[in-house]
Every structure is written in C-alpha cells, then in structure tokens.
C-alpha cells in the first residue's frame, strides 16, 4: 500500500516567516501534486511535479519533487495570513492506475 | 477546468437513516470520484464511478454501505445507508482533467450523524 506522510502536521507561524512541508513515502510515484484546501472548500491544485529533482515556483512558494520521485516539499517564504489552509500532497503510482493517493495533511495557520 | 456542484452542502442526520449526496458536473466525463475527509483529516478515495458500470470500491468501503449511481456523464449520486455517528464526515465529489491530471472538487457535503 502507497503512503504518503507529511510532517509536520500542524504549523502555527507568525506572518513573515518561513516554512517547509514534507511529503515523504517509501514508494515511487509517476508524479506529485500540491493541493490547498481552505474550510468549506474542496482542494485547489497548486503545482504538479513529474520529474525527479523537479522544482517549480509559484510567487513565494517553491515545490520540489525528489530525485528518486518519493518525496516532495513546499517552501513558503515570507508566510501571510492568506496562506493558511490545510495543504495536501497527493502522489500517483507508476502502475498506470488513475488513482491518487492523498498524504496525511498539514495544516498551516499563519498568524498577523 | 471543470465547475462541480453538490448538494447538500451540509445535513445533520440520525442515526440508522441515509442521505444521498448528488454531484453535477458542468462538463462531461469519464470517472468521477468520492473521497471522505474525516474532521481535520486528509482524504480518503471511497470509489470510483464510471458511467454504465458498477463503481470500483477501495478497500474498507462496500457498496451496500456506500452504493453509488452514475446514470450519466456529468452525475453522480453517493448514498451513505444505515448511518453511524462515525460516518460523519465530509464528502468530496471530485473529477479528473484527463490532460494534465489536475483534480478538480466540490465543495464537499458535510454529513453529522446524530
């Protein structure tokens, strides 16, 4: 079975500050993708990443995707209040299936 | 991109009754998926439906529980039976762009069972 861990699983920042989530697994995934998901909202895509060592910017974020395609993380610099949320990785396998499994969750409150 | 609408958005039930929660997409497509996201967890896939054939369930979650319909290429229906305080949750309908692999959800239904 697939798993993805994220770490840590609550942040609590003050505005300004910088972060990293990890999204890590034992297992090799064909791509990853970052969602955000804010209360009563469903997850919105923030970036998929196919290539190992991959790294994307999105204004003050960054995404990386490892070199072996088994784990990920998301750097936010200088964190604003409009970045908190629950922030979710979600990886698909390498044997074609469709299926998307989704990590444990971090969820980011940044603080004015 | 694609727009989803569930409904409801939100219902408190009790227990030993069921609610369907539908899903309308504004586009047709193949597969449609159901996830769960228990309170301040992640999601987790319960099925995936595809239109003119039973949906596929993941492990730990049964159609007799959770049947499912898919009458055409923009609906879908999840019912939750026989509901159980621990069913409560919220329920993502939710499709794929089938070029760039993007997941597109609704706004979720948010189900407490009393």
């Known amino acids: 079975t697939q798993l993805l861990e994220q770490s840590p699983q609550f942040l609590s920042i003050q505005e300004g500050e910088n972060l990293t989530v990890y999204c890590n697994s034992s297992?090799?995934?064909?791509?990853l993708q970052w969602y955000r998901q804010e209360p009563g909202e469903g997850p919105v895509l923030l970036v998929t990443?196919?290539?190992?060592?991959e790294v994307k910017k999105l204004k003050r974020l960054t995404f990386q995707f490892g070199d072996a395609r088994k784990d990920s993380s998301l750097h936010i610099t200088a964190a604003q209040p409009g970045d908190t949320g629950l922030y979710l990785c979600?990886?698909?396998?390498?044997?074609?299936?469709?299926?998307?499994?989704f990590g444990t969750g971090t969820r980011l409150k940044v603080l004015a | 991109s694609a727009v989803i609408s569930q409904k409801p958005s939100r219902d408190i039930c009790q227990r030993g009754t069921s609610l369907t929660i539908q899903c309308q997409v504004d586009?047709?497509?193949?597969?449609m998926f159901w996830y769960r996201q228990q309170p301040g967890q992640s999601l987790t896939l319960i099925a995936t439906?595809?239109?003119?054939?039973?949906?596929?369930?993941e492990s730990g979650f049964v159609i007799d529980k959770f049947p499912i319909s898919r009458p055409n290429l923009t609906f879908s229906t999840l019912t939750v039976s026989n509901m159980s305080p621990e069913d409560s949750s919220i329920y993502l309908c939710?499709?794929?762009?089938?070029?760039?692999?993007?997941?597109?959800f609704g706004e979720g239904s948010r189900l407490t069972v009393l």
């Open positions: 586009s047709q497509v193949t597969m």
């Open positions: 990443v196919v290539t190992g060592g």
């Open positions: 297992s090799v995934f064909s791509s």
């Open positions: 439906a595809n239109q003119g054939s039973e949906a596929t369930y």
């Open positions: 939710s499709v794929e762009d089938g070029n760039t692999g993007e997941l597109f």
């Open positions: 979600a990886g698909a396998g390498t044997s074609g299936t469709y299926k998307y499994i």
